[in-house]
Structure formats: structure tokens, C-alpha cells
């Protein structure tokens, strides 16, 4: 896709609270979208992701939900522990676009005990 | 099965000065990335790859060239090192166009 906003930048939440990442995309051809977590001094990896043909994708405590009229897509965290404290990047994918993803900012989630 | 591989970790290098960074994977993957990461700004394609004796350009493609001879080896080449490509440098594969890309370990490259 082309650029994709990911809101917030940094986020504070209390261990056990919830925590939700927004990001929007402006590329109506998107049909991809993962979401990767990257722990201080890591590689990221990826954590979950959704294609263009499903509202909503559950994995345990992590859920991401796709809304493709106002092009944006969300990561919930539910439950958060401080394992949970890293950089979360959104990316999207465009058809025909040979796997080039492009990447939000990133969103530094710390969870305090 | 190692994953995804690079070679070195962290390289010092004076302006001007040129390298070869090294990723290797052993998952029999297509599609091979490179990225740049900066504070603040995400991760950036430099170039990929979509087969064997393939390369295209990314979103930063320049002062870099790459090398894709054998399916499991992409080499990231800087010809004249800038302070500007001070960077952690990431090597990415994947079986196909929309689905999981595995990470390296990264690089930390300093051009001083």
C-alpha cells in the first residue's frame, strides 16, 4: 500500500487492562494486513494478521479487527502483561504489490505492574 | 533449521568504505527482503527479491545494491558507506506475496 498512520505512538496501560492500536491505510487495493511485535533488541515477528476478506481474527488475548469502508484496521490486546511491553508495527499489502509491505511507525506499548 | 540468518551483527565502517551484508535462509522461501530500521520511522524496503536471479527496488533503494544467485542467499552491497546508512539492517523471507515474513536478527551498522 502506500502510507499507512499508525496512532499512538507510545502507550502506557496497566497490566491487566486493555490496549488497542489504530492504524489507516489509503490504498483500496489492500488486501493484506499483519500486525508484528518486536521486543527491545529483537527482530520483529509476526503476531497476527487478517486478509481483506474477514471483519475480525481472534488468537487467545489478541485480536485485530479489519474495517474496510473507513480503511482502518485495529490490534486489541485484552488482558495485557508485561510480556506485552514492546514495538507493535501495522503493515499493509497491496495486490500485485510482489510482498512489499509497508509499515506504520510503530507503537512502543509499555505495560506497567 | 536456523530461519533466517545474517551475517556480521554489528559492523563499524569509515565514509567511504564499502560491505556485504550476508542473510541466508533454509525454509526454501521465494521471496526475500531488505529493510532499514530507524528510530521513529518503521521499517523501510531497501529491495527484494521474488526468486532466484531476481531484484527489484524498494522504497530506499539508493547507495545499495543486491544479489540473488542461489534461492537461499540475499546479499545487501554498500559501495561508498554514508553516516546517513547508520542503521539496523533487517533481511526478511517469505513463502509467498501475503503471508508471514521471518525476520533476521538484524545487523547494526555504524558509518562514521
Known amino acids: 500500500g502506500e502510507n499507512v498512520e499508525q496512532h499512538p505512538s507510545t502507550l502506557s496501560v496497566q497490566e491487566g487492562d486493555s490496549a488497542v492500536i489504530k492504524c489507516t491505510y489509503s490504498?483500496?487495493?489492500?488486501?493484506?494486513f499483519p500486525w508484528y511485535k518486536q521486543e527491545l533488541g529483537k527482530r520483529p515477528q509476526l503476531i497476527i494478521d487478517i486478509r481483506s476478506n474477514v471483519g475480525e481474527k481472534k488468537d487467545q488475548r489478541i485480536a485485530v479487527t479489519l474495517n474496510k469502508t473507513a480503511k482502518h484496521f485495529s490490534l486489541h490486546i485484552t488482558e495485557t502483561q508485561p510480556e506485552d511491553s514492546a514495538v507493535y508495527f501495522c503493515?499493509?499489502?497491496?495486490?500485485?504489490?510482489?510482498?512489499?509491505?509497508?509499515f506504520g511507525a510503530g507503537t512502543q506499548v509499555v505495560v506497567t505492574p | 533449521n536456523a530461519g533466517v540468518t545474517q551475517t556480521p551483527k554489528f559492523r563499524v565502517l569509515k565514509t567511504g568504505q564499502s560491505m556485504t551484508l550476508l542473510c541466508a535462509q533454509d525454509m526454501n522461501h521465494e521471496y526475500m527482503y531488505w529493510y532499514r530500521q530507524d528510530p521513529g520511522m518503521g521499517l523501510r524496503l531497501i529491495h527484494y527479491?521474488?526468486?532466484?536471479?531476481?531484484?527489484a527496488k524498494g522504497e530506499v533503494p539508493d547507495g545499495y545494491n543486491v544479489s540473488r544467485l542461489k534461492k537461499q542467499n540475499f546479499l545487501l552491497g554498500l559501495e561508498s558507506a554514508a553516516p546517513s546508512q547508520t542503521s539496523v539492517y533487517f533481511c526478511?523471507?517469505?513463502?509467498?506475496?501475503?503471508?508471514?515474513?521471518?525476520f533476521g536478527p538484524g545487523t547494526r551498522l555504524t558509518v562514521t
Open positions: 503493515a499493509d499489502l497491496t495486490t500485485d504489490s510482489w510482498g512489499k509491505l509497508q
Open positions: 527479491s521474488v526468486g532466484e536471479g531476481t531484484t
Open positions: 490504498d483500496s487495493a489492500s488486501n493484506y
Open positions: 526478511a523471507s517469505s513463502r509467498d506475496e501475503a503471508y508471514e515474513q521471518y
